[in-house]
């Protein structure tokens, strides 16, 4: 069985990374990823898709990224459900990032090779 999604887009605001009560580092992205076809007025659509980034991953997005900057991410997809009132049930998605290579700067069109892993 294989979980894996990549995505390739530019971050949409500077990391928000937070200390949980645990310890741990926790941050959150948003990606903007322009589809790769387009739409019925001739254009390309962009999904902005949110990413979470724990531990290590985190601390360094926080040194390197910032809004503007173009990544690759690794990740899986984590489904959650929650039971709501009246019988109803809310099924979630997440997207975890398990991998971020840096592509470029928020102003440069420069390739980077500089990579970061939270397999450490």
Same mark, same amino acid.
């Given at each position: 069985? *294989?979980?894996?999604?990549?995505?390739?887009?530019?971050?949409?605001?500077?990391?928000?990374?937070?200390? *949980?009560?645990?310890?741990?580092?926790?941050?959150?992205?948003?990606?903007?990823?322009?589809?790769?076809?387009?739409?019925?007025?001739?254009?390309?659509?962009?999904?902005?898709?949110?990413?979470?980034?724990?531990?290590? *991953?985190?601390?360094?997005?926080?040194?390197?990224?910032?809004?503007?900057?173009?990544?690759?991410?690794?990740?899986?997809?984590?489904?959650?459900?929650?039971?709501?009132?009246?019988?109803?049930?809310?099924?979630?998605?997440?997207?975890?990032?398990?991998?971020?290579?840096? *592509?470029?700067?928020?102003?440069?069109?420069?390739?980077?090779?500089?990579?970061?892993?939270?397999?450490?």
């Amino acid at each position: 069985m *294989l979980n894996q999604l990549i995505l390739v887009g530019r971050l949409t605001h500077d990391p928000e990374t937070k200390i *949980l009560d645990d310890g741990r580092k926790v941050a959150d992205i948003t990606l903007a990823v322009q589809r790769t076809f387009k739409n019925m007025e001739g254009t390309y659509d962009t999904d902005f898709i949110k990413v979470t980034v724990w531990e290590g *991953l985190a601390t360094a997005i926080e040194s390197y990224c910032a809004k503007g900057v173009l990544v690759a991410v690794k990740a899986r997809i984590q489904s959650w459900k929650y039971d709501l009132s009246d019988d109803r049930k809310l099924n979630m998605l997440e997207v975890i990032a398990e991998r971020i290579s840096y *592509l470029s700067s928020p102003n440069k069109g420069e390739f980077k090779t500089s990579e970061e892993s939270s397999e450490k």
